[in-house]
């Protein structure tokens, strides 16, 4: 069956195209930018498009780390996300927003790199650490110096987490770490881990910033993905690891200290779904111009248009969504129940959005160098960590009946 497709033409020009975001503000809530945000914002923009889109390609397909990349984000002054002291970049919430949906527009991949790393690792340490651990901790991490990670799902508790099955035991001056954890980002990479783990004593859930180097912790890189293929995920094994106890972390004492972190990267999930959504709206509208079919551009036909308008007033929607959350955030009104309605509103949304794009650039919506097949893969990571849409759908369905679908 013959296949709709340009593969036979040169689509060079489309592709270096690509790299030129359009414009999607159409409700101008760029309005709403202060000096400062915007300047950070166009910062990023322009390192996406100059400098992740052109290799983007290439090291998601080989699942490559992109260090270069990594090296570069660290000069723009956005590591460690609202973290403020320590070195950290001190983000409000609209310009970490804006930086990860920037991000993810370009490659998801880099993007989760830095929320693991700053918005996880970093974040928590800031939180829940000590002012000695602070000021030992954060500044190398500030400077990627340092790799962080985070781990808390396990192999077999991961919507459940809550039931985590790693141990720590205390001995001495130390505490002794077994378990195993999974799906753990920058996990094979990271010189500090946090670790959670259920004190063997209390019950309690506690939090350790484990040195990666401390024999009986290992990390095996997870082969095989097919989305947000150029960042490692690790299965991490924990065996008689010795953590000093004046690294755990004082301001964690029960799971409760977990999810209220955790709320803070589901507001993420929506932002970086938005920067998904506007790489395929963006990469569809480009192609829809200047693609022509029977003598004329696909964009110039009922059928496209209708589309394209329609992805547009889904993507609108996103970004109402997260300008919302991010005015809570302000105001420290960001909970859990809203986190996670955005979450799930804005993946279901990109998830359609990279489908419509998939479908306008017909065969060539396949190729890595059209870039929507590679956000097509990798939204679907994000529509899964930090909760999943059901779990979200049940979480929110809690909060506006008052009972609880699960236990």
């Known amino acids: 069956m013959a296949v709709d497709s340009t593969l036979d033409a040169d689509p060079s020009g489309v592709r270096d195209q690509l790299a030129e975001a359009l414009g999607t503000d159409f409700f101008s809530v760029h309005d709403r930018f202060d000096p400062q945000q915007w300047e950070t914002f166009m910062a990023v923009r322009r390192f996406v498009d100059h400098q992740v889109l052109p290799a983007a390609p290439a090291a998601w397909d080989a699942a490559e780390m992109s260090w270069d990349l990594i090296r ?13 002291s320590h070195g950290g970049a001190g983000l409000d ?19 989760v790199f830095l929320v693991v790393h700053s918005g996880l690792a970093m974040k928590t340490i800031d939180e829940l650490g000590s002012e000695e651990q602070k000021q030992r901790f954060l500044p190398p991490m500030a400077r990627l110096e340092t790799v962080g990670a985070f781990a808390l799902t396990e192999p077999d508790h991961g919507s459940d987490s809550v039931a985590l099955a790693t141990t720590a035991r205390r001995d001495g001056d130390h505490w002794v770490i077994d378990g195993a954890k999974r799906w753990i980002g920058n996990g094979s990479i990271a010189g500090r881990t946090i670790v959670w783990a259920r004190d063997t ?12 180097s401390t024999p009986g912790y290992s990390a095996s890189v997870i082969p095989r993905k097919g989305s947000m293929r150029s960042v490692w995920q690790a299965d991490i094994e924990l065996e008689g690891v010795r953590v000093p106890e004046a690294d755990r972390l004082p301001g964690a004492q029960s799971f409760a200290d977990t999810t209220r972190l955790l709320a803070t990267t589901r507001g993420t999930c929506a932002w970086l779904a938005l920067g998904h959504a506007t790489a395929a709206y963006d990469a569809a509208l480009r192609y829809a111009l200047e693609r022509h079919q029977f003598g004329r551009p696909l964009a110039s036909f009922q059928i496209v248009q209708e589309r394209l308008v329609r992805m547009l007033a889904e993507l609108t929607g996103m970004q109402l969504y997260c300008m919302q959350i991010a005015h809570l955030a302000e105001e420290g009104r960001a909970g859990p129940t809203i986190a996670g309605l955005a979450k799930m509103n804005n993946t279901r949304k990109a998830r359609w959005i990279l489908s419509e794009a998939r479908d306008l650039l017909g065969g060539n919506g396949i190729l890595l160098d059209n870039h929507v097949m590679r956000h097509m893969a990798d939204i679907e990571s994000v529509h899964t960590f930090e909760g999943t849409e059901t779990m979200q759908t049940l979480i929110v369905g809690r909060e506006i009946t008052g009972l609880s679908a699960f236990t």
Do not use: C, H, W, Y
């Open 72 to 84: 570069q984000a660290a000069d723009l002054g956005i590591v460690g996300d609202d973290v403020s």
């Open 93 to 111: 919430p609209l310009t970490s927003g804006l930086v990860n949906m920037e991000l993810a527009r370009g490659d998801g991949s880099l993007a």
């Open 201 to 212: 004593s209390s019950e309690k859930v506690l939090g350790f910033v484990v040195d990666t």
